[in-house]
């Protein structure tokens, strides 16, 4: 898996770790953020959310362009310094006033534009190392790797925002809550307005609080220090920015000969192939279409950080015990995820003594696991964003899986191809969401919700679990994708060719707010069921299709 790899895939592979990081931290928090600072309702909040996710998605078209021009190198060093500039400019505490909105969307344009210019070209780079002969056969098997190092920053990123939020909250006297917010956002508006019932509950989570004071000013002070808590957590990305751009210039000179475009190749650096206007023209449409159908995944998977977070708030347990309440400790995930590559050594090593050292790592960790369960806390409480670890932590642990599923089928000649791996991703995705279909059947509607209804609370296992089978999903979708754009792009639209990846995926980002908009007086089960149907059909489009996107990727 890692054998024979070069050693600049590493470097460019950490780097982006330690941005994705930081993004991933100031997403696990964002929609809460928005809804507990200026009190914005889910659909808003849906726009607001799914605007960003496509501007940030949809530059690095424009950053691509810049790099065919300009140089992949100097746009990935720009677009870090412009993302540090926004995440702090997000860091700072400010009202709930005009400035104070002003001030974030500034920031939202800032890190979409840095991030623009930082991701598509970096993934580019890593492309650029695997055209050399030597390498060309191990292009999937980099992008997996590459795909994996992304995943290991956001594992970390949902704990950094839940100590940060815990952190701020407590050091003035409060523990979050996540009714407090919509309430106290309700008070403060039109307190006469409120039920007796949404009244008398704010009441008790005053109390709970052990706040004495007037309720118009225990929202005022919960909702600022909220806010407050929220913004440390975004000065997180700032500090791993940083170490982002260390380790890229502290090990440039192992990647620094992929740093190419069409110019410079022009100029007799690099080989390049040469193609005809046909076949330039083939392989852009054959991309089109792919594109086509990855952004409805897109539309689908990053409810994670829209409808998926709002139902692990409103309708999911808040505590968890026993081997569960063990999984909500990233600790304990990344143990078992380091488990699971250790346990592959055992077997893949060549060498009697790789293996010795593999097994004793496993034993090691084993024992961890053990003591962690002995001394294991009697209940954890579970904040909403927590449940956007468990996506990397699968992409993590499951990758080597992954990698060695698909290497046993290509010894054997049955590997399916990238596109295929694709439709057969979409299918996967529906699953996911027809998991979320069956768990919510009887569960009342948001607006319901709102209104005092009752709600039994489902376990955190169903949340759980339809991150599994989405993550079975993503890694045949999104690294292989990026493993077919980075082969069939023509030589002088590579960047173009890889911001227009990440234009389908902004525009699925975009249709993420159409779920949100159905967040209300629908069923939730109808809600996850037009997921399902967008999934099932984009499989069948890529399927009807295969024939002509297998050729273009010979």
Known sequence: MFEGQP??????????????????????????????????????TSTIFSTFLAAVYFVP????????????????????????????????????????KVMMF????????????????????????????????????????????INIGALFAPTAATVMTNYVLGKYGFTYNAQIPALAHQYM?????????????????????????????????????????????????CVSLIVSILIYYGFRRTFRHADYNAKTV????????????????????????????????????????LTLTFFARDYTQASASGVLGMMFNVVNLFLLAVLVYAL??????????????????????????????????????ILPQIFQQFN??????????????????????????????????????????????LGSVGLPTPDALSKGAEVNLVSPNLLISTYLVLTFAELLLSPMGISFVSKVAPPKYKGMMMGGW???????????????????GIDLWIVWSVLIVLCVLSALFIFSIMKKLEQVAK
């Open 502 to 520: 990440f234009v389908a995926t902004a525009i699925g980002n975009y249709m993420v707010a159409i779920i949100g908009y159905l967040w209300g």
């Open 61 to 100: 078209f424009i950053g691509g362009i810049l790099a065919d021009k300009y140089g992949f190198g100097k746009m990935v060093t720009l677009g870090v310094f412009v993302m540090f500039f926004g995440y702090l400019l997000l860091a700072i505490p400010t009202g709930a006033d005009v400035t104070g």
């Open 7 to 44: 050693k600049g895939l590493y470097a460019l592979a950490l780097a982006n770790t330690g941005e994705r990081f930081g993004y991933y931290t100031m997403l696990a928090i964002f929609t809460l953020f928005l809804q507990a600072k200026f009190g914005y309702s889910a659909s808003e």
């Open 392 to 437: 990397p932590f699968f992409v993590v642990a499951l990758t080597p899986v992954s990698l060695a599923i698909f290497g046993a089928l290509a010894r054997r000649g049955k590997e399916p191809s990238a596109p295929r791996k694709i439709g057969l991703g979409m299918l996967i995705a529906a699953c996911g969401f027809a998991i979320m279909a």
């Open 189 to 237: 508006d039109n307190a006469a307005g409120m039920t007796a019932q949404s009244a008398a509950s704010l009441e008790t989570l005053k109390e709970a609080q052990g706040f004495a004071g007037d309720t118009m000013v225990f929202c005022q002070s919960y909702i600022e220090k909220l806010s407050e808590a929220y913004n440390y957590g975004f000065a997180v990305a």
């Open 266 to 305: 022009s100029e007799g650096h690099v080989p390049v192939e040469e193609l005809s206007p046909a076949e330039t023209r083939q392989r852009i449409v054959a991309l089109c279409l792919v594109y086509a159908v990855v952004l409805f995944f897109w539309m689908a998977f990053h409810q994670n950080g």
């Open 106 to 149: 500034g920031a939202l344009a800032l890190i979409a534009c840095g991030t623009g210019l930082f991701k598509g070209n970096l993934q580019v780079m890593v492309g650029n190392l695997y055209d050399a002969p030597e390498y060309r056969n191990k292009r999937d098997t980099a992008f997996s790797l590459f795909y994996m190092a």
């Open 344 to 381: 592959f050594a055992v077997f893949q090593s060549h060498t009697k003594r790789g293996k010795t050292v593999a097994g004793i790592c496993s034993a090691v960790i084993v024992v961890a696991l053990g003591a962690q369960y002995a001394n294991r806390e009697d209940t954890v409480e």
